[in-house]
């Protein structure tokens, strides 16, 4: 099924790993500039869980190894073209990941990765809608 006006909700994952107090975020490579920090995530795959489609694309951007554990958080994320119809429409599981191995890196449709601790990511100039909520349900609110 295309990404582009499905005839139902996409299921996909964001994979949530932190490390020393640092959340890993990338910038896709596939999206327009400017590109925004985000988690590593994409469409879960026909046949996998949604633990197995966080573990994949942690590996496949970052080259991060994890162990999915559960899921933290459930949002949609649609988009309408200029008729109000729906381009888009994704259902997004948050899944939380422990570290296994690997220092990461951009890889695969990533085109910049780091790990950001809380103070750094409200620093950042273009950043997800959700990420300020998921950094403050990962790495605890500042205020």
């Known amino acids: 099924m295309s990404r582009d006006y499905p005839s139902h909700p996409l299921p996909a994952i964001l994979a949530a790993v932190v490390r020393d107090g640092r959340l890993a975020l990338v910038q896709r490579d596939k999206e ?3 590109r925004r920090w985000g988690l590593p995530g994409g469409l879960v795959e026909l046949g996998e869980s949604p633990a197995q489609a ?3 694309e942690m590996f496949e951007e970052t080259g991060i190894v994890v162990q999915a554990g559960p899921i933290i958080d459930t ?3 649609i ?3 200029d008729r109000g119809l729906v381009r888009n429409h994704f259902l997004i ?4 990941c422990q570290w296994l191995a690997g220092d990461g890196g951009a890889a695969s449709d990533a085109c910049a990765f780091g790990w ?3 103070a750094a990511i409200a620093g950042l100039e273009h950043v997800h809608d959700n990420l300020p909520r998921l950094a403050d ?3 605890g609110k500042t205020s």
């Open 116 to 118: 950001f601790d809380r």
């Open 75 to 77: 949002f949609d994320m």
């Open 93 to 96: 599981l948050v899944v939380e």
């Open 79 to 81: 988009l309408r073209d």
């Open 137 to 139: 349900l990962l790495l």
């Open 32 to 34: 327009s500039p400017p």
């Open 54 to 56: 966080a573990q994949r």
